[in-house]
């Protein structure tokens, strides 16, 4: 799941691994027939093993996006009768629904010098951490494109 204009690299691994003879005629790509997503091949080294697949695939559109990664060799002189693989993916573009944000505190964190609470000042090593939801509850893969402004109601802050 993907938040409109976001993109994540869409790791696969297996089918079938460049032909030794004519490793010009190997073919690996993601196809998104629409509009609604993009995609581009990482670059990636080959392994002796288990062949892997990188793309960086992007959302455009709102809604369940659909593309076809196809993995093979096409056919050559040493290779008359090539593999071929594909595998249908898909690709959720949302809005998010939720935002929950989790603040943590140095420890031992500083002491309010007027009362015995903790307190958040302007500067201490306060992190805060947020997850982007759907409204089904469902996480975002990558919430990159969103772009968080604070405010504070208090004209003292």
């Known amino acids: 799941i993907l938040t409109l204009g976001s993109s994540i ?50 959302c455009h559109l709102l809604g ?23 595998l249908s993916v898909a690709v959720r573009c949302d809005v998010p629904g939720i935002l929950d944000l989790t603040h943590t505190l140095p420890s031992p964190p500083p002491e309010c010098p007027l009362s015995d609470e903790v307190s958040l000042m302007v500067g201490s090593n306060v992190k805060t951490v947020y997850s982007v939801k759907t409204s089904d509850l469902l996480s975002f893969d990558n919430s990159s494109s969103l772009l968080f402004q604070f405010s504070s109601s208090d004209s003292e802050m």
């Open 9 to 58: 690299v869409l790791e696969l691994s297996g089918g079938p691994a460049p032909w030794l003879t004519a490793k010009s005629g190997y073919t690996e790509s993601l196809q998104c027939p629409d509009e609604g997503c993009s995609s581009k091949l990482v670059p990636h080294k080959h392994s002796n093993s288990v062949p892997h697949h990188n793309f960086r695939v992007s």
């Open 64 to 86: 369940v996006q659909s593309g076809l990664v196809v993995v093979g060799n096409r056919a050559s002189q040493d290779n008359p009768f090539p593999a071929m693989e594909s």
